[in-house]
T-cell receptor, first 111, second 113 residues
Framework: DGGITQSPKYLFRKEGQNVTLSCEQNLNHDAMYWYRQDPGQGLRLIYY???????QKGDIAEGYSVSREKKESFPLTVTSAQKNPTAFYLC??????????FGEGSRLTVL | GDSVTQMEGPVTLSEEAFLTINCTYT??????LFWYVQYPGEGLQLLLKATKADDKGSNKGFEATYRKETTSFHLEKGSVQVSDSAVYFCARKNNNAGNMLTFGGGTRLMVKP
């Protein structure tokens, strides 16, 4: 079945460590996105990519990095520069219709 | 800039009650509008959408009508069930380059038996 797969579902990080969240899609979508969701809040855009080898900062890109070497993959690295990384991270992809398809999310907790 | 405003939750209803969750958007052009639903611990799923004025999106008993004159896209359901308990997000497609969506803050719905 086609869809978006995020891994891991749960991740624990010590302060000062970088971690990478995986996002893979087999929908043949050109565009991919990373959102952050905090408890009781809406979604905030971290990074997005509309085509392979190109990506743009969203509203809260500081402390994060991404790559888009393949159409299917858009990994997000949460660096030690991100001061408050504990959150629920959502990856999504889309076609030109504007409808976003989301993964199941990854919950990151800093110990 | 583009924005979406939703009523704050939580909204607590008894089973079979009527549901309305308000959503308004900034009127820059004619954006496509969406409602997404998020069940506990999961990602977001598209619930319904409308792409032009007066369109009505519907799915699983939920409806929302694209009202250009009031820049609104309120979500309604005639009879909620316990299984409808979730967080609901209103969103608009931005008119700038790309297909990014701007989301409202989400409204938590709790339905009690």
């Amino acid at each position: 079945d086609g869809g978006i797969t995020q891994s891991p579902k749960y991740l624990f990080r010590k302060e000062g460590q970088n971690v990478t969240l995986s996002c893979e899609q087999n929908l043949n979508h050109d565009a991919m996105y990373w959102y952050r969701q905090d408890p009781g809040q809406g979604l905030r855009l971290i990074y997005y990519s509309q085509i392979v080898n190109d990506f743009q900062k969203g509203d809260i890109a500081e402390g994060y990095s991404v790559s888009r070497e393949k159409k299917e993959s858009f990994p997000l690295t949460v660096t030690s520069a991100q001061k408050n990384p504990t959150a629920f991270y959502l990856c999504a992809s889309s076609m030109n219709t504007g409808e976003l398809f989301f993964g199941e999310g990854s919950r990151l907790t800093v110990l | 800039g583009d924005s979406v405003t939703q009523m704050e939750g939580p909204v607590t209803l008894s089973e079979e009650a009527f549901l309305t969750i308000n959503c308004t958007y900034t009127a820059t052009g004619y954006p496509s509008l969406f409602w997404y639903v998020q069940y506990p611990g999961e990602g977001l799923q598209l619930l319904l959408k409308a792409t032009k004025a007066d369109d009505k999106g519907s799915n699983k008993g939920f409806e929302a009508t694209y009202r250009k004159e009031t820049t609104s896209f309120h979500l309604e359901k005639g009879s909620v069930q316990v299984s409808d308990s979730a967080v609901y997000f209103c969103a608009r497609k931005n008119n700038n380059a790309g297909n990014m969506l701007t989301f409202g803050g989400g409204t938590r719905l709790m339905v009690k038996p």
